[in-house]
């Protein structure tokens, strides 16, 4: 069986513009890549039409099954679609936010695809179209998407208690996509790692519509994910975050080794695979955690164990905090006994 470390080396060989296209281009003549395991991969970290994209630009598509082939650039031109339709409605939400004169920066993938980062438009997988608005603005914001045919998703009950970096999603029938309109960027422990008010205050103005600078781009592709999505808990990489950061690096002249420290596990593991990252000082510290992590990804039973325990770990902490708040906090109480009665 194909090991975790083979398939992240693989995808790594298609997805970088610095690493040697020769290994590549060898593995897939000597058929050495599991072609169903790395489409699990690459869909697992959103990054598969990402892949067709990489190998048309470096012209081995002809090199792959034929039934691969044929499904990614069906894939491909279904997301290409889509991202054109979703392009539309940023700059018609643009549109609406500058009329009402509200302080406002796209993020993610939503920024990315309209500053033209990508070759090509299907190259990203979008999910929802994110938004960063000053939170003393936000009543209005939502208001004006309401008026445009947009309506809140019914709000779960830790939404009503728990700090939310964003406001339920706003969902428009007629549209592709849900709006998440974020107040904070990072959970409330980070929060100044990246302050809104810095990110709002630094803002670009590209054709009338306003993104974040680059480096707070870059900050919030490495730290979304490293803290939002707990990447630093489970120590572990994601490969579209991987990617958006190496396109903003590779696009800018960032030196990665001048921003590493936003989140250093971030270059050292992702050094392992990619020569973009090579650059990044490590000292005997890193070295050891760098070989742990490759050591896990090598043997895939001791990296589900790892996994397993420190989720086991992480659902503790959330019953523990819970249970906290039910004790403390009546109308919380109140409403989880009426929702069980329910149930």
């Not at 999910?127 to 603005?137: A, P, R, T, W």
């Not at 054709?207 to 999505?229: E, M, R, S, V």
């Not at 002249?253 to 596990?265: E, M, Q, T, Y």
């Not at 650059?279 to 742990?292: A, P, R």
Request: glycine letters at 4%; a positive charge; hydrophobic letters at 40%.
């Amino acid at each position: 069986m194909t090991s975790l470390h083979q398939t992240y080396s693989t995808l790594a060989n298609i997805l970088s513009d610095k690493n040697n296209i020769d290994e590549l281009l060898n593995d897939i003549k000597k058929d050495q890549i599991d072609w169903v395991n790395l489409v699990k991969v690459s869909s697992e970290h959103l990054v598969l039409t990402t892949v067709f994209c990489k190998l048309e630009e470096k012209e081995l598509l002809q090199l792959i099954p034929k039934d691969l082939k044929d499904y990614l650039q069906e894939l491909t031109a279904i997301n290409r679609n889509r991202n054109q339709d979703l392009l539309n409605e940023i700059k018609n939400i643009a549109l609406l936010f500058n009329e009402k004169n509200i302080d406002y920066v796209f993020l993610k993938g939503a920024a990315l695809l309209t500053l033209g980062y990508y070759n090509d438009l299907g190259e990203r997988m979008v999910g929802d179209i994110d938004v960063l608005i000053e939170e003393s603005q936000i009543p209005i914001a939502k208001i004006a998407l309401e008026h445009n045919g947009y309506k809140s998703v019914k709000p779960r009950l830790s939404d009503k208690y728990l700090e939310k970096r964003h406001i339920p999603r706003l969902v428009n029938k007629e549209k592709l996509a849900a709006v998440e309109i974020h107040s904070q960027l990072l959970k409330k422990k980070h929060a100044t790692k990246l302050k809104p008010s810095t990110v709002l205050t630094n803002s670009q103005n590209v054709g009338g519509i306003l993104f974040p600078n680059d480096i707070d781009l870059l900050k919030h592709a490495i730290l979304g994910f490293q803290i939002n999505d707990l990447g630093n808990y489970f120590n572990s990489i994601h490969f579209k975050h991987i990617y958006d950061s190496l396109i903003l690096i590779n696009r800018n002249g960032i030196s990665a080794l001048a921003i590493s420290s936003i989140n250093k596990k971030h270059f050292i593991y992702g050094s392992i695979y990619f020569d973009d990252f090579s650059m990044t000082k490590s000292n005997l510290k890193d070295k050891v955690c760098k070989n742990l992590f490759r050591f896990r990804m090598k043997h895939q039973l001791i990296n589900k164990i790892w996994n397993y325990f420190l989720r086991k770990i992480w659902y503790l902490m959330t019953i523990v905090n819970r249970t906290q708040l039910f004790i403390m906090n009546s109308d919380y109480r109140k409403d989880v006994l009426l929702l069980l009665k329910k149930v």
